[in-house]
């Protein structure tokens, strides 16, 4: 079993939409968890953090569920520039070494 | 700030050949820098985890003297693919460590060996 796992998609949406990603992780140690977004050809960028008590910056909202070791990303009002690949990203206790899943290709249309 | 570059930012080698890639952070010192691949289609996967003025830490299945790594400085580390061939063609990109939990990532390095 991966130690991240994400639907890779694509997710094909229109303009507007509310689209939303999961990810499962198996590592129980795992500290902290993120989402990066990763354009075609290029390095990975953070988006944001993901904290248990859930956290949103503007049109993004991220909640993690450790419980169900479950991490979501939530996007409203979709944006032709949100297309990318979202990679969800867990940080191992006691270190700093990242492990990234295979990402989830979002495509937004006219 | 905490900008990571990367050079090149593309190569074509020949079967055979080395190919040196370095990874620089350029306006704060990384004591700590890791290197990743990517091919198409797949995650990020670490290679190695490079520590400034020790030797590189190597995951699981990553050949170390295929892969050569120095960090001889706090800005500077690099990634030499000795004796490359076609699988090693990939993407590399490296990240420094920023904060405890926040890695810069550099813009990658595509390497195609023909």
């Known amino acids: 079993r991966k130690e991240v796992e994400q639907d890779p998609g694509p997710f094909n949406v229109p303009e507007g939409a509310t689209v939303a990603f999961n990810c499962t992780y198996s590592?129980?140690?795992?500290?902290?968890f993120f989402w990066y977004r990763q354009d075609c050809r290029k390095e990975p960028k953070l988006l944001m953090s993901v904290y248990s008590s859930g956290n949103e910056d503007g049109r993004f909202t991220a909640q993690l569920n450790r419980a169900s070791q479950y991490i979501s990303l939530l996007i409203r009002d979709s944006k032709l520039s949100d297309s990318a690949t979202y990679l969800c990203?867990?940080?191992?206790?006691?270190?700093?070494?990242?492990?990234f899943g295979t990402g989830t290709q979002l495509k937004v249309e006219l | 700030g905490a900008v990571v570059s990367q050079h090149p930012s593309w190569v074509i080698c020949k079967s055979g050949t080395s190919v040196k890639i370095e990874c620089r952070s350029l306006?704060?010192?990384?004591?700590?820098m890791f290197w990743y691949r990517q091919f198409p289609k797949q995650s990020l996967m670490l290679m190695a985890t490079?520590?400034?003025?020790?030797?590189?830490?190597?995951e699981q299945g990553v050949e170390k003297d295929k892969f050569l790594i120095n960090h001889a400085s706090l800005t500077l580390s690099t990634l030499t693919v000795t004796s490359a061939h076609p699988e090693d063609s990939s993407f590399y990109i490296c990240?420094?460590?920023?904060?405890?939990?926040?890695?810069?990532f550099g813009p990658g390095t595509r390497l195609l060996v023909l």
């Open positions: 306006d704060f010192q990384a004591t700590t």
């Open positions: 990203v867990v940080n191992r206790r006691g270190g700093n070494k990242l492990t």
């Open positions: 990240s420094a460590d920023g904060t405890a939990e926040t890695q810069y």
């Open positions: 490079s520590n400034e003025g020790s030797k590189a830490t190597y």
């Open positions: 590592n129980s140690a795992s500290q902290s």
